[in-house]
């Protein structure tokens, strides 16, 4: 047992010592930080089952032109009925089962004079839009749409290019003025709409839970790596010793 403690009182070993506890709180923080993430992605996807069931509602019973959409709203499920504008906006680099292309965005003019934008659906990127893409037009006259409410993406990039497409559908940047802080990913419009509608997915749950228990894990190892190095270092002294009293 002597050996052990002449071992333990290096300075190495000491050091080691003390910093096992701080390791370990530190896989702990990053274990509970990797499940609070499970936690949010497991609510979210909860929100999506939760909207593909519910009934629409009107959106000015979630959701004011001036407040940003909170967490709780988002896929809530609305209909909306008003004119679009037929300016277009196509949102860049946007995937659609691996296949390359762009969002489709207009904004809805409501009765009350405000505005939402709404996610008309995805077209693919060809040869013949790449310089200068054009949607299909939106329904012309009153239409009805329905889908679930989004918040507003961050701003990336320029925001709105010169030739008029934009890098993220952020709402600040593509309507500055009398649209809702939030968009309407359109699920169904009546009359129909030309353009696909882009499918409403969740995040995914991601591997964040697993993440979690990997942290747990490394925490758990710790101490008994130690244990493991400290046994081999006082193997490795008395072999040492011993072979000094033996010459």
Request: aromatic fraction near 6%.
């Amino acid at each position: 047992m002597s050996d052990v403690w002449a071992v333990m009182r290096q300075p190495k070993w000491l050091g080691m010592l003390l910093a096992l506890p701080f390791l370990m709180g530190l896989c702990v923080v990053a274990a509970n930080w990797q499940y609070d993430r499970h936690e949010r992605r497991s609510a979210q996807e909860a929100q999506v089952a939760a909207a593909e069931t519910a009934a629409p509602v009107s959106l000015e019973s979630v959701l004011l032109p001036t407040e940003p959409l909170p967490a709780s709203g988002q896929y809530t499920q609305v209909t909306v009925t008003g004119v679009y504008d037929q300016q277009a906006v196509l949102i860049r680099n946007r995937s659609l089962r691996e296949e390359r292309g762009m969002w489709v965005v207009n904004p809805l003019r409501l009765p009350d004079g405000s505005s939402i934008l709404v996610l008309r659906g995805w077209m693919a990127a060809t040869r013949d839009n790449v310089e200068q893409a054009t949607a299909a037009a939106a329904p012309a006259g009153r239409v009805s749409v329905t889908g679930v409410l989004q918040p507003s993406e961050p701003r990336r990039g320029a925001g709105i290019l010169s030739n008029g497409e934009a890098t993220s559908l952020n709402i600040e940047a593509i309507c500055p003025q009398g649209c809702y802080q939030a968009y309407l990913q359109l699920t169904s419009s009546e009359p129909p709409d030309a353009v696909p509608p882009v499918p409403v997915d969740g995040p995914g749950l991601g591997p964040h839970l697993g993440y979690a228990g990997q942290w747990l894990i490394f925490g758990l190892m710790l101490p008994i790596g130690y244990v493991i190095l400290l046994r081999r270092e006082v193997r490795e002294t008395r072999q040492a010793t011993q072979g000094a009293l033996t010459r």
